[in-house]
């Protein structure tokens, strides 16, 4: 079993900026990847950023490209989310995840922490 636990969301007005964390415990696996996950009211959840733990490559949908960016820290267990340039549409609930493997696709990941709320004043 894997716990994920996020932190570092609130309120912000657009332009901002926020800092989001989840720290991961119990079972580890040989190789894994990490990513943010998020849903605004009334549409589904989608991707938002990944990253390979083994040599730190990273993948970001393209609305967040540019002002997103993920990273990790070994030693702490630990992946963040630096959002830079918020807008209001960037609004949702913000969901870590983690699967193993060494593919980077958007898909098939499966543990997920309780969310955190990102919001985005005009």
């Known amino acids: 079993q894997v716990q994920l636990v996020e932190s570092g969301g609130g309120l912000v007005q657009a332009g901002g900026s926020l800092r989001l964390s989840c720290a991961a415990s119990g079972r580890t696996f040989s190789r894994y990847v990490m990513g943010w996950f998020r849903q605004a009211p009334g549409k589904e959840r989608e991707f938002v950023a990944g990253i390979r733990w083994r040599d730190d490559r990273t993948y970001y949908t393209d609305s967040v490209k540019g002002r997103f960016t993920i990273s990790r820290d070994n030693a702490k267990n630990t992946v963040y989310l630096q959002m830079n340039s918020l807008k209001p549409e960037d609004t949702a609930v913000y969901y870590c995840?983690?699967?193993?493997?060494?593919?980077?696709?958007?898909?098939?990941?499966?543990?997920w922490g309780q969310g955190t709320q990102v919001t985005v004043s005009s």
């Open positions: 995840a983690v699967k193993s493997g060494d593919i980077l696709a958007t898909s098939q990941y499966n543990y």
